[in-house]
């Protein structure tokens, strides 16, 4: 069966249909990570959006219980050169096709993804619809057209209560803006004794909860729709040891009076050099974003930059100079990706014992 790809600028893709039968429009983003694409399409940061692959051959190794970023993807479709209809791989369950279907995802295949990127280079991230093959371009232009984007993604992928993943170490509140499990992975792995709290949850709240530290994580959209996330930080840091990932770290930003900015396209991939600027060392790190803090804005400020991109120059990572808080635009927890920076979960776990020992900041002595 065939099945259309419509963007925003009038440009039709045909190809094959694979998945679900559903229609779904999104913002069009390219990852250019040669492996991960089960990690990929369950990172509940890709909420709403359709994600095209650079890589020509998806689906080899099928979907399998052990990869999910997330236990339901919130992408909206996956545009692909080839999907494979017969995945070998031991831990293989599913393919590509079938997770699909089972989750009402509609994907396109033999679509030439490289071409696909060079317009979205060329043009700015843009929208897209996937749908049948008989509807009339103009008609579904039109409506794509009128598609206003959701703000409320990160309502729709943080949890809706909190819920512990206990561990006999450190107490890490993690605000789920939309988690990537491998962060938890990261934290269970380090022992640390954790509670998952939804996005809205308010800075009192985190303290009653006695935290040793608190994570920011991931998560989908604009960081200006989760005001107050915004709200919540600046209540929390300088109370106990701070990381934020990605989103965490957009938040962290605008609650410290910088501003974050859309970019042309973004970064998507498992493969983007980032610069230490304490050591000078890089980094081939895991990242997904559209946003970016805008450096200009952080002259006021108390951040200070600690990373940036090689690529493109821009802020990857940042210190509070006064309080104990750090975060990363990358993805240290890795899944996809390289494993280079998941050094900084144990510097979040120093940092933390650190403050217990000073004895400053010890659970006891944090005053709600
Ligand atoms: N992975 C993330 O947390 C993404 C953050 C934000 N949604 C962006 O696109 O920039």
Redesign the pocket.
């Known amino acids: 069966m065939k099945r259309k790809l419509v963007l925003e600028d009038g440009t039709v893709f045909i190809g094959e249909a694979f998945g679900a039968e559903a229609e779904k429009t999104g913002e069009i983003v390219f990852n250019t990570g040669m492996t991960g694409y089960q990690e990929i399409l369950s990172?509940p940061?890709?909420c709403g959006q359709i994600v095209t692959l650079t890589y020509p051959l998806v689906g080899n190794y099928g979907i399998n219980r052990d990869d999910f970023e997330s236990i339901n993807p919130a992408i909206h479709g996956f545009i692909v050169k080839e999907a494979a209809d017969f995945p070998s791989n031991w831990r293989s369950q599913l393919s590509l096709d079938e997770f699909f279907k089972m989750k009402n995802i509609p994907g396109i295949a033999g679509i030439d993804t490289r071409k696909l990127t060079r317009i979205i280079r060329k043009t700015g991230t843009l929208k897209g619809a996937l749908c049948a093959e008989n509807k009339s371009d103009a008609e579904v232009l039109a409506q794509l057209r009128a598609v206003v984007l959701p703000s409320d993604?990160v309502k729709r992928v943080s949890t809706k209560s909190s819920y512990p993943s206990p561990g006999r170490g450190c107490r890490v509140v993690v605000v789920d803006?939309?988690m990537?499990h491998g962060i938890l992975r990261e934290l269970n792995k380090r022992n640390c004794d954790v509670v998952v709290v939804p996005y809205n949850i308010t800075a009192q709240e985190i303290l009653s909860l006695s935290p040793d530290g608190i994570m920011l994580?991931?998560?989908?959209?604009?960081?200006k729709d989760v005001p107050q996330a915004i709200e919540m930080i600046k209540g929390i840091q300088g109370r106990v040891p701070l990381f934020g990932?990605?989103?965490?770290?957009?938040l962290f930003a605008l609650a410290n009076g910088a501003n974050?900015e859309?970019?042309k396209f973004?970064h998507r991939g498992s493969n983007h050099p980032v610069k230490d600027l304490s050591t000078g060392k890089i980094a081939i790190t895991s990242?997904?974003?559209?946003?970016?803090v805008e450096e200009s804005s952080l002259k006021d400020t108390q951040l200070e930059v600690t990373h940036i991109a090689i690529n493109d120059g821009t802020v990857e990572g940042l210190k509070h100079k006064q309080h104990s808080a750090f975060t990363v635009?990358y993805?240290p927890e890795a899944s996809p990706g390289p494993e280079d920076a998941n050094g900084l979960f144990d510097q979040f776990i120093s940092m933390i014992e650190a403050a217990k020992e000073e004895g400053e900041k010890t659970c006891q002595s944090v005053q709600i």
């Open positions: 990172d940061s890709y993604q803006f939309g990537k994580t991931n998560g989908p959209g604009d960081p990932i990605c989103l965490g770290h957009q974050t859309k970019m973004g990242q997904n974003h559209g946003y970016t635009q993805h």
